[in-house]
């Protein structure tokens, strides 16, 4: 079948598409180079809606290649895009339509027929990076035999591994054929699953992906220059010769070990991208671009990707818009911020509000020893991001004088925004609110920071009880980016507005919550910790606990994560949740011993960073002689949450199960390539099994 014909079948599949057009226009060169055809990729809209590449688009690109090929008096072929974006890879909003592999597969065809015209044409080929190059859009940068990068461009990578893809168009071949793998494994796979992170423009230079870097304010006529000057011999491009040995070999079992440590083999996306890079050694272009195919299409028509096309959804679109949220035009203004509390949490939520909010911020506590050492680590933060070039000396100076602290709480009267964070005792709290209540204005907002406790009863007593939320961050506070605002019974909608205005200024994710105990990611961790622990009570050895859940690829054990969390802390919480549903929370015993003996964790940490099971520990608690085998562990784990997921979907916890797992893939880490939680317990039965029916509709982060 013609490359116009697979063409022609996929553009009748999507109908939605929203087209980038690939107009040419003819460009006289510099020097007497010659007349180039230079196709602009432009969807038509500004740089908000970034240009993509569906069926339709690569027929656009397609006939502008094909139409530049045909021309005698055209020496060359340049692409670029539109202001501050090249592309952002393939329209993956098709993807769902696809519905047999023979589709998937001719889409990964098209790519490279198309993309591989730039090389085989005849003609020399330039790509002229002016901004965004993401997946297909940086695989057409490197179908082109020549590279220019702006200076100003950002946001360079293959983010397929991420989502659950690979690099369908050539990039697992032509990447480490041009770099290298031993950098091309860190683009493809490390970044990728470190977070997803971006290359700069320089960056990218520096890897080798492009040629030359050029400043961005004249870019388009510097490197129209540049390729006038590689055509008439003036400048010629030099590239290193790859080391194909061990080296190569070296690379691919470090990007395995590396791809274990994130997903534990539970995701099949790094491992098929890493086996192409390993084929990519010795393949020639025909045998690389077709096994690329090959694994495209598996991937496509797999439930990872479903799912982590249901997650990037989520974490781009959902979070933006939050279910349930008041009319953003009921806020009201803030323009000073007070903090009760001066300890470490106090301490990260001051430096995030005054760095985001750039107002003033006080914090008090209970005497000035503790005033002056909050204040000093949020001034010694801010030292650090001056000295990291985060931010400049004029900025950190105007930063720094922002942050003040005193131990008289008259200082709340002008403040707008209030919150606490101190210690998670009830009486406290609700002690701490009656006082500022006699000292800020009635419209004032007070906040909690609280992890598990009732919001509604810490405004019982209060006079206005309507302007208390519930501010509920995640530790570490500058990383994590969700954000539970938590509406307690009295909580009125400008209150809840304001929260959310503030929310999306400290540029965190938010989702509304009813007020219920512990909310969502912490009754959901501790529901999930509960089973664990009582299996290991139960007799089974926590390496193995700990193991059987590695099938799963979190992204911590769960005596990793007890570990993070703080035992102290996941102990009261456990004994909260206990009061509030005794038949499905109980307190390990074990745990409370751990935590009375002072432990910071069940494990000792060798030099290498390899954990063993912290020999105090095992003379500390006491087990059963039933252990559980790793199915029967994760069975007894994921029925749980199936259970708890309905429990508080039918109490109304959130809007929908999609913020289930909003919640918990932002603010636990959870992978995206399950899509939260609730995909994976659709897809596995197990919510059928618990719960009589599934969480989300079919072919909704499934294969339909």
């Known amino acids: 079948m013609s490359l116009q014909d697979l063409i022609d079948q996929a553009v009748a599949i999507e109908t939605d598409e929203v087209v980038t057009s690939a107009p040419s226009r003819d460009v006289v060169l510099p020097n007497k180079a010659g007349t180039m055809a230079l196709i602009t990729l432009d ?35 340049g692409v670029t895009g539109k202001p501050f974006i090249l592309a952002a890879g393939a329209d993956l909003t098709g993807v769902p339509k696809l519905t047999d592999r023979e589709q998937a597969l001719n889409l990964g065809k098209i790519g490279h027929g198309v993309m591989r015209k730039l090389q085989d044409g005849g003609k020399p080929s330039f790509a002229f990076v002016n901004g965004v190059a993401l997946g297909g859009g940086l695989e057409v940068a490197l179908h082109a035999q020549y590279r220019t990068v702006s200076v100003a461009a950002g946001m360079l990578s293959t983010p397929e591994v991420f989502l659950g893809l690979i690099p369908g168009w050539g990039g697992n071949f032509l990447l480490p054929n041009l770099i290298g793998a031993d950098k091309a494994v860190k683009v493809v796979v490390e970044n990728a699953l470190n977070q997803n992170k971006m290359l700069s423009g320089p960056e990218a230079v520096k890897f080798g992906i492009g040629d030359v870097l050029l400043d961005s304010a004249d870019f388009l006529e ?19 010769e790859i080391d194909r040995g061990d080296a190569w070999d070296a690379a691919v079992a470090r990007g395995k070990g590396f791809a274990d440590l994130k997903v534990s083999g539970a995701a099949p996306a790094p491992y098929r991208a890493l086996d192409l890079i390993a084929a990519a050694k010795d393949n020639d272009r025909d045998r690389g671009f077709a096994a690329e195919d090959e694994a495209l299409a598996d991937l496509i028509m797999s439930e990872e990707l479903r799912s982590g096309l249901y997650a990037f959804d989520l974490v781009n679109k959902r979070a933006k818009r939050p279910a349930g949220a008041p009319d953003k035009s009921l806020a009201r203004p803030v323009t000073k911020v007070g903090v009760v509390g001066a300890g470490l949490m106090a301490g990260q939520l001051a430096l ?36 990291k070039g985060r931010i400049r000396p004029d900025k950190a100076n105007q930063l720094k004088a922002l942050v003040s602290g005193s131990v008289d709480r008259a200082v709340f009267a002008d403040a707008d925004f209030v919150i606490e964070a101190v210690f998670e005792e009830l009486q406290l709290k609700k002690r701490i609110f009656a006082d500022l209540e006699k000292i800020v204005r009635s419209d004032a907002i007070l906040a909690t920071n609280t992890s598990s406790l009732s919001i509604t009863e810490m405004a019982a007593d209060l006079e206005h009880p309507e302007r208390v939320v519930g501010f509920h961050f995640f530790n570490p506070v500058a990383v994590l980016p969700l954000l539970e605002i938590i509406r307690a019974d009295q909580t009125d909608d400008a209150s809840l507005a304001t929260a959310f205005a503030v929310g999306k200024t400290l540029k965190k994710s938010c989702v509304l919550v009813k007020d219920a105990p512990a909310f969502v990611v912490n009754r959901l961790l501790t529901r999930f910790l509960g089973e664990v622990s009582a299996a290991v009570d139960e007799g089974t050895p926590i390496p193995a606990a700990d193991k059987a859940l590695s099938a799963l690829g979190l992204p911590m054990p ?6 993070l969390v703080g035992l102290p802390v996941a102990l009261h919480v456990a004994e909260t949740m206990n009061r509030a549903y005794p038949d499905r929370f109980a307190v390990s015993a074990n745990l409370a011993k751990v935590v009375a003996a002072g432990k910071s964790s069940f494990y000792v940490w060798s030099a290498e960073g390899k954990p063993s099971v912290d020999p105090e520990v095992e003379a500390l608690v006491t087990v059963g002689d039933k252990p559980s085998t790793a199915e029967e562990l994760r069975s007894r784990v994921l029925t749980a949450l199936a259970e708890e997921i309905r429990i508080m979907l039918d109490e109304g916890v959130v809007a929908e199960a999609q913020d289930i797992d909003l919640c918990l893939l932002l603010g636990a880490g959870w992978p995206f390539h399950l899509g939260g939680i609730t995909p994976y317990l659709d897809r596995s039965g197990i919510a059928e099994k618990v719960n009589g029916k599934r969480f989300l509709p079919k072919g909704v982060a499934s294969v339909a």
């Not at 129209?224 to 290193?240: F, H, I, N, Q």
């Open 558 to 563: 769960p005596f990793v994560l007890l570990q």
């Open 352 to 387: 995030l509000f005054v760095r985001r909010l750039e107002m003033p911020v006080v914090l008090t506590d209970l005497d000035q020893e503790r005033v002056d050492r909050g204040v000093g680590y949020v001034h010694g933060e801010i030292d650090k991001l001056l000295g």
């Open 222 to 240: 510097q490197s129209l220059l540049w390729a006038s000057k590689v055509l008439t011999g003036e400048v010629t491009v030099d590239r290193p």
């Open 43 to 77: 969807n038509g809209h500004d740089h908000t809606k970034p240009n993509t590449f569906g069926p339709k688009g690569l027929a656009e690109l397609n006939k502008a290649i094909d139409a530049a090929l045909a021309r005698e008096d055209v020496v060359a072929i």
